[in-house]
């Protein structure tokens, strides 16, 4: 049987988003899981003009909501000291900054470099007070290249890459009964490890009005470091947008986010994994010729979690472009 371009293109995106989904292993823990946005689409979809293309984007979200499989616990049913450890709350603000250098309209190379600030109190086992931890520095670097076909009826790439080791995993706990002992490795800076990216992508404009995408992204680690290995993740995306003659385009997405259980001795195994799903309205202003803005407001719609876990309840992203 022969099939058009278009059909092999679309039967290729929805086979690499299966593989990817079935071929997880174990990765990165869900309590710092944070954004799951695409940002590039969110900023009108992948450039295709030579030269370097810029930006940065700032997320805020605060996880309070204590949780265990898909519904919310009462931390007022436990009582300290408890066997087990009973997070309290985590504040996080990240910043990114990403750069594109599109080589020609096929090809470019992606560099994200992540800045994040997080603040975390926690009940350890055995514990009757509050630890409290404050993280502030370099995140793990994404290095990736991007290849698209670029046609009228729309665009079909692929992308991939790597996600270096280059966040500390060596801090301690400053206040509290746990003062001194290391924090845990999923609520570190940076996992340790090196991370294989993939992911395809596929943008089209079915109406003259109407921007549609669907997006799927793999993060699979390579190796244990200093006895852990970070959760491996599937993030799918999909979204639609009203293209009209203003400077402003409104923006809805779903997001969604899978992760494994992390593994090895400092691994949380018990309480780290899960899936998420959040709905994304937002929208992107043209600022000037060369540059636009975005905001985003993601709220869950679906959350399952293994064992206890904190998560936000809404998710801010904002973010500027610019083409140099």
């Keep these: 049987m022969n099939f058009s371009p278009k059909s092999r293109r679309v039967r290729v995106l929805v086979s690499a988003i299966a593989l990817a ?38 997320e805020y979200f605060e996880q309070s909501d204590l949780r265990s499989g898909m ?26 900054l990403d750069l594109n250098y599109v080589l020609n309209s096929s090809w470019a190379v992606v560099a994200a470099v992540p800045w994040h600030d997080r603040f975390h109190t926690t009940i350890a086992e055995g514990d009757t007070d509050i630890s409290t931890s404050k993280a502030s520095g370099l995140g793990d670097i994404r290095l990736s290249a991007r290849w698209q076909e670029v046609k009228p009826s729309g665009s079909f790439g692929v992308q991939f890459g790597l996600k270096l080791p280059t966040g500390r995993f060596d801090q ?5 009964p746990a003062t001194g002992s290391l924090l845990d490795r999923g609520l570190q800076l940076g996992t340790g490890t090196t991370d294989l990216l993939a992911g395809v992508s596929w943008f089209a404009r079915p109406a003259t009005a109407i921007g549609v995408f669907v997006q799927g992204t793999l993060q699979q680690p390579v190796a244990e470091r200093a006895g852990f290995i970070p959760s491996a993740s599937v993030t799918l995306s999909g979204g639609v947008r009203w293209l009209n003659t203003s400077r402003f385009t409104p923006q809805l ?27 994304s309205p ?10 636009s803005a975005f905001v985003f407001v993601q ?26």
Excluded at 282 to 291: D, H, N, P
Aim: aromatic content about 8%.
């Design 21 to 58: 989904a079935v071929g997880t292993v174990p990765v990165t823990a869900c309590s710092v899981c944070g954004c799951s946005l695409s940002s590039d689409w969110a900023a009108q979809g992948y450039a295709t003009m030579t030269g370097l293309d810029a930006g940065v984007r700032y």
């Design 71 to 96: 519904s919310s616990v009462d931390r007022s049913a436990y009582a300290f000291p408890n066997d087990q450890e009973i997070q309290q709350r985590t504040l996080n603000r990240n910043a990114w």
């Design 172 to 176: 301690n706990f400053v206040e509290g």
């Design 253 to 279: 997405q779903v997001n969604l986010k899978t992760e494994a259980r992390e593994h090895g001795a400092e691994a949380d195994t018990a309480n780290s994994g899960g899936t998420l799903a959040y709905l």
């Design 282 to 291: 937002g929208v992107t202003a043209e600022v000037t010729g060369r540059s």
């Design 299 to 324: 709220l869950p719609v679906y959350q399952r979690v293994n064992g206890l876990q904190l998560e936000p309840r809404w998710i801010v992203s904002i973010g500027l472009r610019y083409k140099l």
